[in-house]
């Protein structure tokens, strides 16, 4: 299957900073999910995009879908320590018959209070 | 709110036995997915069912096995458990419809095979 190369892999920051992390692939995509993964549960959606150059925002987060539907980023602002988790990103491949996500390896992140 | 859920937070199996893990969710959604997590290699698709009794294979079927008899459970078969099928488990699902590619899903399964 396809690859998306999603960075970094992992981040260390103080409670306060704002967080980017960003996903990239050689080929294009309609849909651009972002999700969160607690610590021992499953990844949660947190946004979902669906259209080039759509920015969207949840709270403290914003993520935008690339005007060339090869990129992603993700943004959050003024982190806490509940932020801590696995985000990952997902694309939507339009040549894909069922409609399959792809997704990145995951960027780790850990808050120190 | 959707509920997926997987029988078991945590499997140990010894190599060679027969696993199941079940997947069972409440909102009729007609797509079903199992997923391995591994660290370093995120998550990577090995079956997926669109309706009862079909299944596709997705990037790494190999050494497992999927049923789909009824609409709301999705059980991924490990027919002879290997050490390099320890790993973390997720099962998701959606609804069909061109902008519900959002999954939700279960809390996952560890499994451990020694």
């Known amino acids: 299957g396809q690859q998306l190369n999603q960075s970094p892999q992992s981040m260390f920051i103080q409670e306060g900073e704002d967080v980017s992390m960003n996903c990239t692939s050689s080929?294009?995509?309609?849909?651009w999910l972002w999700y969160k993964q607690d610590p021992g549960e499953g990844p949660v959606l947190l946004i979902a995009?669906?259209?080039?150059?759509e920015l969207t925002s949840n709270g403290r987060l914003t993520a935008q879908f690339g005007i060339t539907r090869k990129d992603s980023f993700l943004n959050i602002s003024a982190s806490i320590p509940s932020d801590v988790g696995i985000y990952f990103c997902?694309?939507?491949?339009?040549?894909?018959?069922?409609?399959?996500?792809?997704f990145g390896k995951g960027t780790m992140l850990l808050v120190s209070p | 709110d959707v509920k997926v859920t997987q029988s078991s937070r945590y499997l140990v199996k010894r190599t060679g036995e027969k696993v199941f893990l079940e997947c069972v969710q409440d909102?009729?959604?007609?797509?079903m997915f199992w997923y391995r997590q591994d660290p370093g290699l995120g998550l990577r698709l090995i079956y997926f069912s669109y309706d009862v009794k079909m299944k596709e294979k997705g990037d790494i079927p190999e050494g497992y096995s999927v049923s789909r008899e009824k609409k709301e459970r999705f059980s991924l078969i490990l027919e002879s458990a290997s050490t390099n099928q320890t790993s973390m488990y997720l099962c998701?699902?959606?609804?069909?419809?061109?902008?519900?590619?959002?999954?939700?899903f279960g809390s996952g399964t560890q499994l451990s095979v020694l």
């Open positions: 997902a694309g939507l491949d339009p040549d894909s018959g069922y409609s399959t996500l792809t």
């Open positions: 998701a699902s959606r609804p069909d419809g061109i902008t519900n590619e959002k999954l939700f």
């Open positions: 909102m009729d959604h007609e797509n």
């Open positions: 995009l669906y259209k080039a150059g």
């Open positions: 080929s294009i995509f309609n849909t």
